[in-house]
Nanobody, 114 residues
């Protein structure tokens, strides 16, 4: 059974930073690409970032490129999202999910507000 647990959200002022973490279990983590998505109130879920399983190749949604960094630690079955220069439009619930597996955690709320 796939289990995903996101932590690290909170309330931050514009321009601030947060680091999200996701613990993943129930599949072969080291062989699975991982992704972060987010969902703002009243909007559809949006792709944020992707990291490959082996070489750690990454790609990002246009709205976060240059500000967010995805990384992973295969020894810990964990994936991270470092978010810098946060903007109010980054507000939402952030989810990690394994690529190719329809599984979602409860997410972690990020609120960017002054």
């Amino acid at each position: 059974q796939v289990q995903l647990a996101e932590i690290g959200g909170g309330v931050v002022q514009p321009g601030g930073s947060l680091r999200l973490a996701c613990a993943a279990h129930g599949f072969t983590f080291s062989m699975t690409a991982m992704q972060w998505y987010r969902q703002a109130p009243g909007k559809e879920r949006e792709f944020v970032a992707h990291i490959s399983a082996d070489l750690g190749n990454t790609n990002y949604g246009a709205s976060v490129k240059g500000r967010f960094t995805i990384s992973r630690d295969n020894a810990r079955n964990a994936v991270y999202l470092q978010m810098n220069s946060l903007k109010p439009e980054d507000t939402g619930v952030y989810y990690c999910t394994p690529s190719g597996i329809d599984a979602w955690g409860q997410g972690t709320q990020v609120t960017v507000s002054s």
